[in-house]
């Protein structure tokens, strides 16, 4: 079992940066892939970032790559999503997630097995 606790959400402007943080607990983190993913309301969970268990490979999707990054420090148990200059169409609830590895799917939401509650990200025109 792996908990999760997403921080760093807010509210701010288009053009504006937030870090996201994950902080794991429970097994060991660097056994895991994370991910990141968002959902709007009305709208599907969607994938926005991964990373490998090393940090060694990452993966965005296209609408956030070049102002997205996503990093992770195993010593903390942590994993980060550097977010530079946001545009209102970011706005979401962010979500960490973590699973065995990046083989497969690792875009699918529905292939990773821990999650956390969620933090919200608002960026206004």
Known sequence: QVQLVESGGGLVQAGDSLRLSCAASGRTFSNYAMGWFRQAPGKEREFVAAISWSGGTTYYRDA???????????????????MNSLKPED???YYCAARNDLSGNYYSHRTYA?????????VSS
């Open 114 to 122: 821990y999650w956390g509650q969620g933090t919200q990200v608002t």
């Open 91 to 93: 706005t979401a609830v």
């Open 64 to 82: 956030v790559k070049g102002r997205f990054t996503i990093s992770r420090d195993n010593a903390k148990n942590t994993v980060y999503l550097q």
